[in-house]
């Protein structure tokens, strides 16, 4: 009797880690295939980079060569993650940032209004 008690209370305990990590997937909204072509061209990228200081360290390019295609990686790198950042900022969400950071500063110029100093970084009010 003992013995299934103790198994009941185990897989009972083992459902309810588990819960989370299940029903997260579950729910989990579909890849949005920009975000993944983005995600891939990174990657890429990045692979390529690899690739190019290999060729410089085994001398099969110059380094003028290496120097150039270098520039040309790190334009199109920047082009890439400047148009990762903005496929992954949610606009909700910064519409909400900067509605708390508008009563932020609300509240701290009433407490001044009313004599009281606002806090600064570092401090406690």
Not at 12 to 22: E, G, N, R, Y
Not at 74 to 90: G, H, K
Not at 91 to 119: C, F, N, S, T, V
Request: hydrophobic share 45%; proline share 6%; glycine share 6%.
């Amino acid at each position: 009797m003992g013995i299934a008690l103790g198994i009941v209370l185990v897989a009972l305990a083992l459902a309810v880690v588990a819960f989370p990590f299940i029903r997260s997937r579950r729910y989990a909204s579909p890849p949005d295939p920009e975000l993944e072509r983005l995600q891939a061209a990174r990657r890429r990228i990045y692979r390529q980079f690899d690739e190019l200081n290999a060729d410089l360290a085994s001398g099969e390019l110059s380094a003028e060569e290496h120097a150039a295609q270098s520039a040309e990686l790190r334009m199109e790198a920047a082009r890439a993650l400047r148009d990762l950042s903005t496929m992954e900022t949610d606009p909700a969400d910064e519409e909400e940032l900067e509605r708390e950071i508008a009563a932020a500063r609300r509240m701290a110029a009433e407490g001044r209004k009313e004599g009281q100093p606002a806090a600064g970084p570092g401090e406690r009010s």
